[in-house]
């Protein structure tokens, strides 16, 4: 078992994530792991930062396969005894043209960037060691889809009390609201990346709030952030920030000095925390 710290970044063949491998590969003190869905494009992606003087290393993810996460999660306990940072980067979005009807927009985004990522989570949580830094990668839309909610809605999304469950009943019922053409009048935004990503935030809040209350000697600070509106496939060429400049709030949540108490349990954009 190797005492290397190591740091693993999801989804991080291309875009945010890749640039936050890359700055990780500059500053993090250990191994730092590059995943992806697809092993080819992972190895590509590690070998362009070869190119770079940069070394990480590879592992395949899929964050909507359970056998994928606990492969991770086996490798990571036997070869290092556990994890030292965590950042939930893997997400997807449809383009705004797309045709595909709401139903099946809200069920394949939150698949992915809810229940994915609370798999991702709900798996390598209780490997983080002493110490550990968790990043949920959420995004600015989760802010303005919850001013989108109903009042009812938003009360449970920013109440200090709601736990998991509730919130897992929460998405599935937005998912369920979408297929029965309700979920306007039963208080939704019409934004299904944005619910997926109020998800992350409120989780996000959640397992802080356990973190305090199972793990308080452990120093471990979790929090959600938003990387801006960066040039990515996902986002498009117009918007406003590279890659580098979207990983800089992420990098630095990840590489939160050991002596920090906060952020923790926040939401932050621009190393800034931010209401909720």
Request: aromatic share 6%.
């Amino acid at each position: 078992m190797s005492s290397v710290p190591v740091a693993v970044v999801t989804g991080s063949n291309k875009g945010i994530g890749f640039a936050i491998v890359r700055a990780l590969c500059k500053q993090f003190p250990g191994d730092v792991y590059l995943t992806a869905r697809d092993p080819g494009r992972g190895q590509e992606a590690v070998a362009k930062l070869q190119q770079e003087g940069l070394r990480a290393l590879f592992h395949q993810l899929d964050i909507d396969d359970l056998q994928s996460i606990r492969a991770l999660r086996d490798f990571l306990k036997e070869k290092y005894g556990g994890l030292n940072v965590l950042v939930n980067n893997a997400g997807i979005a449809f383009k705004v043209h797309d045709t595909a009807p709401f139903a099946v927009q809200a069920e394949v985004t939150l698949k992915t960037n809810f229940f994915g990522t609370r798999n991702v989570c709900t798996e390598l949580l209780p490997l983080m060691k002493p110490y550990g830094r968790v990043v949920n990668v959420s995004s600015m839309v989760s802010s303005s889809a919850l001013g989108g909610c109903s009042q009812e809605l938003q009360q449970k999304f920013r109440s200090d009390t709601i736990t998991e469950e509730e919130l897992v009943q929460l998405m599935n019922k937005f998912v369920e609201d979408t297929k029965k053409g309700v979920h306007d009048r039963e208080g939704w935004p019409n934004t299904a990346y944005g619910v997926s990503k109020i998800g992350v935030t409120v989780l996000s809040r959640i397992q802080a709030r356990l973190l305090n209350e199972t793990r308080k000697g452990d120093h471990i600070l979790l929090n959600a952030c938003c990387p801006g509106w960066v040039r990515t496939d996902m986002a498009g060429p117009k918007a406003t920030k590279s890659p580098d400049e979207g990983a800089e709030t992420p990098v630095y949540l990840a590489l939160l000095p050991s002596d920090a108490d906060a952020p923790h349990g926040q939401f932050v954009s621009n190393k800034t925390v931010r209401p909720w």
